[in-house]
C-alpha cells in the first residue's frame, strides 16, 4: 500500500490511553469530521484535567462540556502550554481550550432558542459548531407564542447552511422553521417546561411528530445537535468552493 492508506488505517485504529482512566479517540476529527468532546460531568477533577491536557497536546485543541464551577476552577488552575487559550462559556457551561492556530472558517450555521431557558443548550451547540469551524448566527426569545418575532431572524439567517432550532415546553418552533425555511433543520428538545410531558419529553415528542421534515436528536444534546449541523454547513460549503 501507499504511504497515504498506510496513514489512513493507522488513524482508523489510534487512541491515546490516559493511565487506566481514558482511552481519547484522538483521530476522530480526520476520521468523520466531528471532534471528541470530554464530558466533565460525573469525573473526578483531577482526572478531568489530566484528560483534557492529553487531548490538547495531542490534537492541539479540547472541547469540554458540561462543566461546574469547582471543575472550571481546577481547569483554569492547569499548566497549559505556552501561547494556548481557555475559552469558558458560563450559559453553555463549556471550555474550549486551544494550543494550535483554528483552521478557516467554512460554513454558516443558524442557532435559534424558543425562550430564554432554553439558551444554555442552544449556546453549548454554537459552541461546538464555532469550534468546528463555521460562522454562527444566534437568536434566542423567537418562540411562537409570538411568532412575529421569529421572521426578522429568517431574514438574517437566509443564508444559512443548516439551523439548530432548540425548544422546550412543547416544542413547536423547530417544525414551524422547518416549514419555512430550505436548509435542513436540526430540532434540539429542552428539558424545561413542567407537569405531564415536562423535562424535555412532550418537546422531544412534538418535534419526532413533526409533519415538516427534519432531524431530531435527543434531550438537552447541544453538542451532538451542533456538530451535526456544523458537518453539513462544511461539507455545503466545501461542494461549492469546489466549483
Known amino acids: 500500500m501507499d ?52 487531548h490538547l497536546k495531542a490534537t492541539g485543541s479540547v472541547i469540554i462540556t458540561r462543566v461546574s464551577p469547582e471543575q472550571l476552577h481546577l481547569l483554569q488552575s492547569a499548566k497549559l502550554p505556552e501561547e494556548s487559550t481557555l475559552e469558558h462559556n458560563s450559559k453553555a457551561r463549556t471550555v474550549v481550550i486551544r494550543s494550535a492556530k483554528r483552521q478557516d472558517k467554512m460554513g454558516t450555521v443558524g442557532i435559534l432558542a424558543a425562550g430564554t431557558a432554553d439558551m444554555p443548550v442552544a449556546e453549548e451547540a454554537a459552541v461546538v459548531a464555532d469550534e468546528m469551524g463555521c460562522n454562527v448566527i444566534s437568536e434566542y426569545d423567537v418562540g411562537v407564542a409570538g411568532i412575529h418575532r421569529l421572521f426578522p431572524c429568517l431574514e438574517r439567517m437566509a443564508d444559512v447552511d443548516a439551523f439548530v432550532v432548540a425548544a422546550g415546553r412543547e416544542g413547536t418552533l423547530p417544525a414551524v422553521v422547518a416549514g419555512l425555511v430550505e436548509a435542513p433543520v436540526i430540532g434540539l428538545p429542552v428539558s424545561t417546561g413542567y407537569g405531564l410531558g415536562g423535562s424535555g419529553q412532550a418537546a422531544l415528542y412534538s418535534m419526532l411528530q413533526s409533519c415538516s421534515v427534519l432531524t431530531v436528536v435527543n434531550i438537552d444534546a447541544g453538542f451532538v445537535a451542533g456538530a451535526f449541523a456544523a458537518k453539513i454547513a462544511r461539507q455545503k460549503a466545501y461542494g461549492q468552493k469546489q466549483f
Open 3 to 54: 504511504e497515504e492508506e498506510a496513514l489512513q488505517r493507522i488513524k482508523r485504529q489510534s487512541f491515546l490511553a490516559v493511565g487506566e482512566i481514558a482511552k481519547l479517540d484522538i483521530s476522530r476529527a480526520d476520521r468523520i469530521g466531528i471532534p471528541e468532546a470530554i464530558l466533565a460531568e460525573g469525573k473526578d477533577g483531577t482526572d478531568l484535567v489530566a484528560i483534557s491536557l492529553a
